[in-house]
């Protein structure tokens, strides 16, 4: 076979083996029609091998995993380990550990799906979100002292270097440029309260931008703006770059904008290394193995991961089949609502690819 790459997969838990499934129908479906292999390799982390053994991600798993081509992961949390442990011992590990420094967020409205924004439909909702993936409060800096007294001190520092900053934004303005819209990137951030961090961030932007980037168009938005307009107007955006919990924040925002967390797609890249792709969403426990969950996230994960590894056309044509399902097929995005199973929701996909 001309090209074959080799992914590692962690369907993980809750509904995430569930997606993960019909992600890989999808993109087994794109091989085939585009003539590469793929052959992928199952890692079971997650809460069900932590709960049996103890394991959460051992470091000679990081080193394994650093090995593969992508990671196509499913979902991370489980309703019967303390909040934290999976999603700090396994996805940000990995995020860590793979410096996966960009966390990629497309909020793209499909034809017919319901967005809760009045009057806006696909031609208004179609932006992404760089959000940087290895700063921030996310670092762990900080700590606690006096606990448990009237005096606890407890503190989470935000955390920025030079080095941080200049690459995400690099990555931001490079991603601008070949996405070739409306060349326009915005900065948000809170330069009125977080004058430390938003300065470093802010006179950044202005001289890679200025001296690098001199095709793309700046704009600026508070955090509490950008909310705002994300929902009155977001056909302004064309990219929002921002930090780790800025846009963790605003790209659950985003995903409902665009039909909820059942199509929300998101990548974790190391434009240099491994990525990994996930979902927004999370394990939706009560779903769990009825087969009614929504897939298509996951296979749309499926696509950027493909458009990653170079293979566009096939990435196109698994948004083109996407897109063909939401407009003609799926009822609603919603878990149960679909008028179609999980698996059925995944071979109709297939089927177009
Ligand atoms: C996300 C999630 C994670 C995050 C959690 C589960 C650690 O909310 O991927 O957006 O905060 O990044
Ligand atoms: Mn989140």
């Known amino acids: 076979m001309a090209r074959t790459y080799n992914i590692a997969v962690i369907p993980g838990d809750g509904t995430g083996p569930e997606v993960v499934r019909e992600g890989k129908k999808a993109l ?42 992508s990671i196509f992961l499913g979902a991370i949390g489980h309703p019967d380990v303390k909040p934290g442990i999976l999603e700090k011992g396994i996805l940000l590990k990995l995020r860590f550990e793979l410096d996966q420094y960009v966390n990629l967020r497309p909020i793209k409205l499909y034809p017919g799906v319901e967005t809760p924004l009045k009057n806006k439909g ?37 955390v920025y270097t030079r080095f941080l900053v200049e690459r995400c934004l690099r990555y931001a303005f490079e991603y601008t440029r070949k996405r070739n819209r409306k060349k326009t990137l915005a900065l948000c951030g809170k330069t009125n309260v977080l004058t430390y961090v938003f300065d470093l961030w802010e006179r950044a932007f202005n001289e890679i931008g200025s001296a690098e980037f001199p095709d793309i168009k700046r704009e600026y938005y508070h955090i509490d703006a950008t909310c705002m307009w994300m929902v009155k107007n977001p056909e302004w955006f064309d990219v929002i770059v921002t930090t780790n919990m800025f846009g963790d924040i605003i790209t659950d925002l985003g995903a409902i904008t665009q039909g909820g967390m059942g199509i929300a797609a998101g990548g974790n890249i190391n434009p240099d290394g491994v990525s990994m792709f996930e979902p927004i969403g999370g394990s939706a426990p009560k779903y769990t193995g009825k087969n009614v969950i929504n897939p298509l996230a996951s296979i749309a994960c499926g696509g950027m991961m493909l458009e990653h590894l170079g293979e566009e056309t096939a990435a196109r044509a698994i948004e083109i089949a996407i897109m063909d399902v939401t407009a003609n097929k799926l ?23």
């Open 331 to 353: 009822k609603d995005m919603a878990a149960g609502k679909m008028g179609y199973s999980t698996s059925e929701v995944g071979d109709l996909v297939a089927e177009r690819i």
């Open 122 to 158: 696909p031609e208004h909702i179609d932006y992404v979100v760089v959000r940087e993936n290895t700063g921030d409060v996310y670092t762990g800096s900080g700590g606690v002292t006096m606990k448990g007294t009237p005096n606890e001190v407890a503190m989470q520092n935000m």
């Open 28 to 69: 087994s479906a794109a091989a085939l029609k585009f003539g590469f292999g793929i052959n992928f390799t199952e890692f079971d982390f997650g809460g069900d091998r932590y709960l049996k053994t103890g394991e959460i991600l051992p470091d000679s798993a990081v080193a394994e995993l650093s090995k593969f081509d």
